[in-house]
């Protein structure tokens, strides 16, 4: 898969145990230490989170890693996640369309139920979306994504930046000017009826319906 700043890879051990690793993209130009510091963060955050069914798990941040292909070999800094098998619930609305409502309740549930254990723990997500909300084995959800999380212990819970995907934007978030601040996990409360609209109807809501 491939995000606005990650790559992540299928990888398999000598147990034939799967993993999901994280690679910050270098296409994207991060600087060395901002890419650790987004790698860092979030498996820090995961790990503080890892007692939620329906958060994905972080085991180990490698910035020290190498990758070899031919005779070349190359640094690479990732995270070792946990392997989510079916992968995002935005593949599903891709294919077949809106999810029907006895099912969608079901995922409605578990991405509340995580969604509500994030700002108890004093964060905000900040990036909720269906292509976020990943299926594991079981097609139980996984949150996963927290690399536009933001810490709102010390702020009152609002912040002074645009972070998220435009579609799923509140509109204080969408407008945002520099100077500006507004509630983290209130434009978090957002993004999310904008992800369970789409996964009943699989379509985004038109400004009237909003």
């Known amino acids: 898969g491939k995000g606005g700043s990650s790559k992540v890879f299928l990888a398999q051990d000598s147990l034939n145990n799967k993993w999901a690793l994280k690679a910050i993209r270098k296409d994207k130009g991060i600087l060395q230490e ?3 510091a987004m790698l860092v963060r979030e498996h820090e955050l995961l790990q503080k989170l890892s007692d939620h069914p329906n958060i994905i798990k972080s085991y180990k941040v490698n910035l020290d890693g190498t990758v070899q292909a031919g005779e070349d070999t190359e640094s690479v800094m990732y995270n070792v996640l946990e392997y989510a098998k079916h992968g995002a619930l935005s593949n599903f609305i891709r294919y077949t369309g809106g999810v029907e409502e006895s099912i969608s309740r079901l995922f409605a549930l578990q ?3 995580a969604l509500k254990y994030i700002p108890d723990s004093d964060h905000a997500h900040m990036d909720i ?4 909300i990943l299926l594991d084995e079981y097609f139980n959800v996984k949150v996963a994504d927290l690399g536009a999380s933001f810490s709102t212990s ?3 819970g609002f912040i002074d930046r645009k972070r998220g995907t435009l579609l799923y934007m509140a509109p204080e978030v969408a407008n945002f000017k520099q100077g500006q601040k507004y509630d983290a ?5 957002y993004s999310l009826g904008i992800t369970l609209f789409v996964l009943i109807t699989g379509e985004f809501p038109t400004p009237q319906e909003i």
């Open 111 to 113: 991405i509340c139920n």
């Open 185 to 189: 996990k209130a434009a978090d409360i």
């Open 129 to 132: 979306k269906l292509e976020n």
């Open 34 to 36: 901002a890419a650790a």
């Open 154 to 156: 010390e702020t009152g």
